[in-house]
């Protein structure tokens, strides 16, 4: 019986394209996320949780070895991960766990992913791009012989209710499992470019609560956001039930779910569509986990960032964190302890442009390569200062401070911090040219201020 393992199991509940600020326990008004800020409640609330690269293939490569995208080389879209890069599922299998793949991939060349592409996973129900493969009501998915498996009812709904068969029949098993579920939703529909929520969701929320930063800047948001909202609310729903699908299984306190987002969503307010930039409503997600080792953990005030969910999901299960990540495991800060790293977010930007970023408690600093230097390549060799946000005084990043006198001590030292991580990463390091520097007027930054 389940009851018995001596490892638990683990599910990771992978949205796509999740703003932090759809969720509760970010302030979202509506009621979307029931369930998740229960999760975050019991469990163990990520409350500063961010993607190392917002945009979807170098995310999930971040998410699967432990590594920044560029140490993978998946540091675009539709660059396979390597063959003989270890993953999760690597991991976990060699610790005696079943291990299950069911959703989106976007880490191979073709929609029905051969074995060897399919990064060790075990039993198999995906497409690469589930959003060229798939509509809202038309789910499409490959099973381990890469043949076509069409699946009934809203594409979220359809996910879980083969999640529930999967977790169902573990359940009779003598080994623990790991099971990554991988969302489409809240990604936008490409070949139409809008958010196809179930029927009669987007009514709901149309005309409702718009974050600032979108009612600022504006973007497509006033003309999405009802079924962007939707979609969110319908991923809760089926939260919940697979939450209850392990409760009536009694498999509740052996199993471990941590839920999470790869990038998040700025509705075209930064460029000309909804990532790849470095500000909070691309790269912050939302974060919780419950189970073993997560329940009752509070809240993490501390900086999470993708690349740290494949060593704390091994910690939480007892395996052994590889040397090779790059990620840390941040269960040490769930009974109290200090962890390194946890000050400081690193963020690699690349597509719509070659950008990098450190993000602190407080400020975020961002550069990026010129325009004439190619944007195909991993990293540049030189890159100029673009922004840099107050997050105290300025959450929704309105404010560009970079160039202000003011504020050229700490530019200069993140600057330096940002170098430290682009090293750290293991990434040719490029020169960074200071931007121009104009008068500040009444502001300034306090000595102290420089290291919050």
């Known amino acids: 019986m389940n009851g018995e393992h001596k490892q638990p199991n683990v599910i990771v509940f992978l949205t796509d394209q999740q703003r932090f600020d759809s969720a509760g326990v970010h302030g979202n008004p509506l009621g979307l996320t029931p369930n998740f800020d229960r999760v975050a409640s019991e469990g163990t609330h990520f409350s500063q949780m961010f993607t190392c690269q917002p945009v979807c293939g170098p995310a999930r490569s971040c998410l699967q070895t432990g590594k920044y995208a560029t140490a993978t080389g998946c540091y675009r879209n539709g660059i396979p991960l390597p063959e003989n890069e270890k993953t999760l599922a690597h991991y976990f299998s060699e610790a005696n766990y079943d291990t299950a793949y069911i959703g989106k991939w976007h880490l191979a060349d073709k929609q029905a992913v051969p074995p060897s592409m399919r990064g060790g996973y075990r039993h198999w129900l995906a497409s690469n791009t589930l959003e060229f493969s798939s509509d809202a009501y038309r789910t499409v998915l490959f099973d381990e012989n890469e043949e076509p498996v069409r699946l009934p009812g809203y594409r979220v709904d359809a996910l879980t209710d083969a999640a529930i ?144 969910v494949a060593p704390t999901l091994l910690d939480a299960a007892g395996i052994a964190v590889p040397t090779a990540m790059q990620g840390k495991s941040v269960m ?93 990463a293991g990434e040719v390091v490029g020169e960074i040219v200071p931007a121009p520097v104009r008068p500040s007027g009444q502001r300034s930054v306090l000595p102290d201020e420089l290291f919050e």
Request: proline share 7%.
């Open 165 to 308: 068969r999967y977790i169902h029949a573990s359940s009779a098993e003598d080994k623990p499992f790991f099971l990554c579920l991988s969302f489409l939703e809240p990604h936008h529909q490409n070949h139409r470019d809008d958010f196809p929520a179930p029927d009669g969701y987007a009514q709901r929320y149309h005309g409702g609560y718009v974050p600032p930063d979108l009612a600022a800047l504006g973007g497509n948001a006033h003309q999405q956001l009802g079924g962007y909202w939707g979609m969110v609310k319908r991923l809760d729903e089926a939260l919940g039930r697979l939450l209850d699908a392990l409760k009536s299984l009694d498999m509740a306190q052996d199993t471990i779910v941590l839920i999470t987002s790869d990038h998040g969503c700025h509705f075209k307010t930064r460029n000309d569509e909804y990532k790849r930039s470095c500000h909070e409503s691309s790269i912050r997600v939302p974060g919780a986990a419950i189970g073993p080792g997560f329940n009752g953990g509070g809240r993490v005030r501390g900086l999470v960032s993708l690349v740290d």
């Open 332 to 424: 040490p800060a769930l009974r109290g302890d200090p962890v390194e790293g946890m000050n400081e977010a690193f963020i690699q930007v690349s597509e719509s442009q070659i950008g990098r970023a450190i993000r602190t408690g407080r400020w975020k600093y961002a550069v990026k390569a010129p325009d004439e230097v190619p944007r195909r390549q991993p990293y540049a060799p030189v890159y100029e200062e673009d922004c840099l946000y107050d997050l105290m005084a300025d959450p929704y990043e309105l404010t560009n401070l970079i160039e202000l006198e003011s504020h050229r001590p700490l530019a200069n030292h993140l600057r330096e911090r940002l170098l430290f991580h682009m090293k750290a």
